[in-house]
């Protein structure tokens, strides 16, 4: 009896002294392990089961069992039926108790406090492969591996993480480490990505998080409150008219004349690329663009226009279609002199034996041809924009600009692909100088 009488002095004396203790105290650690102390009043120690004192803890309290763990039950909401809704946590570090328990009361008291459950103990890498499925499924191949490698970074460093253990410094972690080592290819590996690249990565992250939140994964987005690092939009260089003239007059001499007008026509290299022979009409006459060839990682995809306005046929002019017309008959020359060689793919950008020819080699020969007209180098794309630069400063209307270029509306034409060249600034001057100028038109 002696013996019984002892537990429940023990007991009791616990009770009383854990009921009486207020919420968030903290202080001293305990002696034997076996006994619970509540941390901050040394005189408080019982030797309960765990079955008790995990009924009678006091919510958002910070108690120690044993010489080295330490555990809190906090209130986190309410449930079905207005029941309280409790959360424990045991830690082998007291600072770590005291953080967690800060954190989810802080969050509790926003509103922003989820609750770990089955199905959000999942890690980042689970979670984005089931946000990349549902945000892509309607786009382009090319886009949706867009997604997949603005992500690859974020895969490294957090993919293995679980989704609510990330925080604000993980993520800023992050972008200090693709600043400074994160590049794996396009360059010297273990080197620094640019701003650009760094604040797409974080783009897509903050809105993968942004529908975990939505979705009631997590309680918050971190990454919402990264600072993207600067980044100073690379000026666009354009031809100009002179320059133009110079390249094609080197380009009708190279095999592929026609693909090379196209692009100083406008068109993007997907769209060059996927032009067949069917799609050109040289009576008419006029091409269609129907779809484009385009690199999605390292593989060639064939897709449809990049856009419902990328669907479109233009007109061709005198040159163009001459253009056209030899690259046809030089095609049809060397199909008889390749025999069972010849690959029919009816694409016109095509090599010596029918192939269709690779992007990435396109492009380099573009340079080369640029090389060979001693004119300035600039990007493929670029064509592109010196086709509507020179439209409009030829005075065509820009919704026709935009239509040519297959662009949703004139404004975005305007002011993403018009650029004005410095020799442009004298035209601005003398037209200034003959307003200024006394007995000028007004």
Known sequence: MAGWAAIVALVVGYAVAVLATPAGVSGAV???PFQVRVLGVPSLVATPTNLLYNVIATPGALYQYGRRRYW????TGRGQGGKRVQERRTFDRRKDAEDALARITAR???GAYVRPTRQTRQTLDEYLDG???GATRSLRASTRRNYEDALLPVRERLGGRYLQSIEKADIE????WMLTAGRRRGGRAGTGLSARSVRLTLGRLTAALEMAVAERQIGWNPARYVKPPEHAPRERETWTAVEVRAFLAAADADRLAACWRLSLYGLRRGEVLGLRWRDVDLKAPALTVAQARVLAGYEVRTEPPKSRNGARSLPLDDALVAALKALKARQA???LAAGEAYERSGYVAADELGRP???EWYTDEFHRVSDRAQVRRIRLH???HTACSLMEKAGVPVSVIAAWAGHYSGAFTMATYVHANPGDLVAGRDALAAVYRPGGSS
Do not use: C, M, Q
């Not at 972690?173 to 200090?176: C, E, I, K, Q, R």
């Open 131 to 133: 946000y990349l499925e």
């Open 382 to 384: 670029e064509s592109r």
């Open 333 to 335: 020359a060397e199909r």
């Open 173 to 176: 972690g992050l972008v200090t």
């Open 108 to 110: 509790r008291n926003d």
């Open 357 to 359: 020819v690779h992007p």
């Open 30 to 32: 305990l002696l034997l």
């Open 72 to 75: 809190f039950r906090v209130d």
